[in-house]
């Protein structure tokens, strides 16, 4: 894990790429790779990389970033790792033909992989990664996002040359760079809490989509492909038994476990006490190995709204004999750490677990852990949220031929007894639209409730305008695709392709690695995730029990309490914490703010605060937290 960053000027610019240009955008990420840094430029000026290294696999100097082939003619920087390296170094070995300086480095067998297959090294690679690679031969800058987006990449085209990097901050570091709002991502992120790629808030910055690669030539040239999807990788797990299916999951889980503990520095396992972070302890405890470390966070005093799971991690911390450790937080601990939560997202990552999340990640690398294993992706695979019942049911109702001219009698109905601002207003005018129900595990305003926050001015400029526009080329891929056109099929796609790349993946990123800390994912290996997708929905809802078949694969795994437990998810108490001084800070935040600027209604945002409004409040105060930041200063 590390940060990448670099720059092509194009032949036709003046411009010319320099080591102090290049060092300036790596060290405003220091925290990304605390244990060395390097840059290079070629001769002619007209290319840069730069690299932070957290040294995970090969601690030695020879495994230095940015790294060459043997003749110069191919260089890379990469962030991330490369799982199955060593098998696939042996392949490479018994070809011949290459030089190695490495003894057991991932970021070696990426640039020899390119040498032999060219682009299509990518299928062979099992692992998380944001690669930049110059092909000094043809003169070509690649730059490559994982399958799922574990990684964050982000590029900005301006002033005759592409920037890139781990981290929109070291983009920033050009002077040249436009610091401007991008409007219409900021009308997308009230909806999503995060921007839709290829967007970001910043205009003229843009975030390269899951499973595609970017192609730049020397003369400007950019081409984008999406390299995977994973209904090219689904095999219809139709007319097989539940049983064989469990067996399948457990064993494909099982290795992506294994593989997720190589690593030539401590790894530990963020432990919630729920079904996916106790299966993520418990089978990394099995074979060779001391004690794995755990780690859990839970808050001081009691909630109405979140309940501490505490006695859930201990007692499975003591199930497989792990070590465990664990912090209870404050509203203090929020308020101190705000302005380092807005630094470190770059722009608005609106969920409230960002805080927890950088909590137990300091935990861990405070008790000596380097990388830690984490449970993000089960729910959206395996139909885990409570919500998704009720959204999966609406959707069903909506499908009843029920003529389109009734629905929008009743959206005119709902209108006259001004109850147009709910969800069950929203979810009507969405069938009536013929659009689907469900847009994602998280949405944070209606339509209509947008319309009304925003400012006269961008009511105006978006009249007419919904977020299902940022959602319509994925719709295009599943209908593509999708083996099975069910309803819960569409509801994991969506969030494969948009939640949990752009909100969820970059909330672990982002803070874990703001203490230098690796986060890895092994509910979201790739080959995890098509024998998950080819399970027939049927089989997930089985009886109306969320997470069906993923249960029925761990029972025996772990304690049947774990298992049939009602589920919480892990979470942060806003709307208590907004009746108290979180909501002061947040009224004199979003006051002066909207005094300031022509983004929202002055007299709703105060609405929306009185009416203690805990977790919308939270996403306004996060995007005026980040343009005081990154915009305004």
């Known amino acids: ?99 190695w300086k490495t003894d057991h480095s991932d970021t070696e067998v990426i640039l020899h992989a390119f040498e032999e297959w060219g682009i299509d090294c990518l299928h062979r690679f099992r692992g998380m990664f944001a690669i930049a690679l110059w092909d000094a031969r043809k003169r070509e800058l690649w730059l490559i996002r994982d399958r799922i987006g574990i990684k964050p990449l982000v590029y900005s085209l301006h002033n005759g040359r592409i920037t890139f990097a781990s981290e929109i901050k070291a983009l920033l570091a050009d002077p040249d760079q436009n610091r401007g709002v991008h409007e219409e991502a900021f009308y997308h992120y009230l909806s999503f809490l995060t921007t839709p790629a290829p967007q970001t808030l910043f205009d003229g910055i843009k975030k390269l989509p899951s499973g595609s690669w970017l192609r730049v030539s020397e003369d400007g040239q950019v081409r984008e492909e999406r390299y995977w999807d994973v209904w090219e990788h689904t095999r219809p797990l139709t007319g097989v038994s539940e049983e064989e299916i469990s067996e399948r999951l457990l064993a494909e889980l099982r290795t992506a476990v294994k593989l ?115 449970g993000e992706g089960s729910d959206e695979l395996f139909w885990g949220y409570p919500t998704w019942k009720l959204k999966l049911q ?83 891929r599943f209908e593509a695709g999708a083996w099975e056109q069910s309803i819960l099929h569409w509801m994991s796609y969506v969030d494969l392709n948009m939640r949990l790349p752009e909100l969820l993946l970059m909330r672990v990123d982002k803070m874990s690695m703001g203490v230098s800390l690796e986060g890895r994912v092994p509910f979201l290996d790739h080959e995890f ?14 009886n109306g029990t969320l997470k069906h078949i993923l249960k029925k694969a761990v029972r025996g795994v772990i304690p049947d309490e774990i298992i049939d437990r009602p589920k919480q998810g892990f979470g942060v108490p806003v709307y208590e914490w907004i009746q108290d001084r979180l909501g002061k800070e947040a009224r004199r935040v979003l006051g002066d703010f909207c005094d300031r600027t022509d983004f929202l209604d002055r007299d709703e945002v105060m609405r929306l605060i009185d009416r203690g409004h805990g977790p919308q409040t939270w996403y306004l105060l996060n995007f005026a937290l980040w343009w005081n930041h990154y915009v305004s200063n």
Request: glycine residues 10%; proline residues 5%.
């Open 1 to 99: 894990m590390c940060g990448i960053v670099g720059a092509l000027a194009f032949k036709n610019s003046a411009f010319k790429v320099t080591e102090s240009y290049v060092t300036r955008m790596r060290d405003t990420m220091p925290h990304r790779g605390p244990d060395g840094a390097d840059t290079w430029v070629a001769p002619d000026g007209r290319v840069g990389l730069g690299h932070r290294r957290l040294s995970i696999i090969d601690l030695s100097t020879a495994a230095t970033q940015p790294m060459s082939n043997e003749d110069g003619s191919l260089w890379v920087t990469f962030n991330g790792e490369i799982y199955n390296h060593a098998e696939i170094r042996k392949e490479l070995e018994a070809r011949g033909g290459h030089q």
């Open 529 to 542: 995730v098509s024998l998950a997708m080819s399970i027939p929905s049927a089989v997930k809802t089985r």
């Open 260 to 374: 997720r503990k190589v690593s030539d520095v401590p790894v530990g396992v963020f432990l919630s006490g729920g079904i996916d972070s106790s299966t993520n302890a418990a089978l990394f405890s099995e074979g060779e190995g001391g004690p794995v470390k755990t780690f859990a966070i839970g808050y001081e005093g009691e909630y109405q709204s979140y309940q501490n799971e505490l006695h859930y991690a201990r007692r499975m911390a003591e199930e497989v004999g792990a070590e465990y450790y664990e912090r209870r937080l404050t509203q203090d601990d929020l308020l101190t750490f705000l302005p380092e939560m807005i630094r470190l997202q770059d722009e608005p990552i609106a969920d409230p677990v960002c805080v927890p999340v950088y909590y137990v990640s300091k935990l861990a690398r405070d008790n000596g852990v380097i990388v830690c294993q984490v």
């Open 394 to 476: 609406l959707q069903q109702w909506d499908n009843l031929p029920v003529p389109r001219g009734l629905k929008r009698l009743g959206l005119a109905g709902l209108r006259a007894a001004g109850k147009d601002g709910g969800w069950e207003y929203e979810a009507l005018r969405r069938g009536a639209a013929v659009v689907p129900v469900f847009w994602g595990g998280a949405e944070a305003f209606t339509e209509t409730q947008k319309q009304r926050l925003l400012s006269p001015r961008l009511r105006r400029q978006f009249a007419g305008l919904t977020s299902w526009e940022a959602l319509e080329p994925i719709r295009r």
